[in-house]
Nanobody, 129 residues
């Protein structure tokens, strides 16, 4: 059984940065794409970014493109999300997910559809204005 655990959330002022981490335990997530999601109170969950197993390819939604960077360290079984230029509208619970894929060019699709095989419990990010 795989467990994902996020960390790094907190309270920051607008314009500042935070780095979230997601640690996987139980097995190595080879052939799994990793992604980050968020859900704000009263809003639908939102897929933010994905990264392929090799780490060579990444995918971002427009809302975070240029501000957020996803990365992974397969040796440590972790995935991170560097968030810069944070805005109050980025306030949400952030969680990571993992989805197995077989076609490399569409590695992000299952995550984009919220079809993750594993997901963490989330970490709160609050951005004050």
């Amino acid at each position: 059984q795989v467990q994902l655990a996020e960390s790094g959330g907190g309270l920051v002022q607008a314009g500042n940065s935070l780095r979230l981490s997601c640690a996987a335990s139980g097995r190595t997530l080879s052939s799994y794409a990793m992604g980050w999601f968020r859900q704000a109170p009263g809003k639908e969950r939102e897929f933010l970014a994905a990264i392929a197993w090799t780490g060579a390819t990444t995918y971002y939604v427009d809302a975070v493109k240029g501000r957020f960077t996803i990365s992974r360290d397969n040796a440590k079984n972790t995935v991170s999300l560097q968030m810069n230029s944070l805005k109050p509208e980025d306030t949400a619970v952030y969680y990571c997910g993992a989805a197995r894929y077989t076609v490399s060019r569409t590695y992000y699709l299952r995550l984009q559809r919220y079809e993750y095989d594993y997901r963490g419990q989330g970490t709160q990010v609050t951005v004050s204005s």
